[in-house]
């Protein structure tokens, strides 16, 4: 199957958190045999490429192989956000995850009122695959 940290979408239990205003670093493992284009909806973020101040400003990024890619993100846009693999066969096979900005000051029982509006981001599910993803031939079955 395809996943984040090994739970495919359909089984994920809840967004990632994020707080509004937080500045945070996402570090993503490529521990499958192929490269995988990185989407996150709502924010830019920035790369982390080594001992520069120059940290190249993007929404998707290519990880490889075996690859391990940092990236810095400010978590400025309250909502709930698309985090994918941008190869669609890995989508809707469970690649994605949906990433909450939770408003500032939002105090325990945040996770209930968000619940609301989860439903406006209705991720696909591999129950339900898109025409425009042929599975036709794919073998991922074993893979991560
Ligand atoms: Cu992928």
Redesign the pocket.
């Known amino acids: 199957m395809?996943s984040f940290d090994g739970i495919k979408l359909s089984e994920v239990k809840g967004p990632i958190i994020f707080h509004e205003g937080e500045r945070l670093r996402v570090t993503l493992v490529n521990d499958t045999m192929?490269s995988?284009p990185i989407h996150l909806h709502g924010m830019f973020f920035d790369l982390v490429v080594g001992d520069t101040d120059h940290k190249p400003r993007k929404h998707t990024v290519l990880v490889k192989p075996a690859e391990r890619v940092s990236f810095d993100v400010t978590a400025d846009h309250v909502g709930d956000w698309a985090f994918h693999?941008h190869?669609l066969f890995?989508m809707h096979a469970g690649?994605m995850q949906v990433v909450s900005v939770l408003p500032r000051g939002a105090a325990a029982g945040a996770d209930d009122l968000h619940k609301e509006h989860r439903p406006a981001v209705p991720p696909p599910t591999d129950e339900d695959p898109p025409k425009e993803a042929p599975m036709t031939g794919m073998n991922h079955e074993g893979h991560r």
Request: with cysteine; glycine share 0%; net charge neutral.
């Open positions: 395809w192929m995988h693999c190869l890995h690649m």
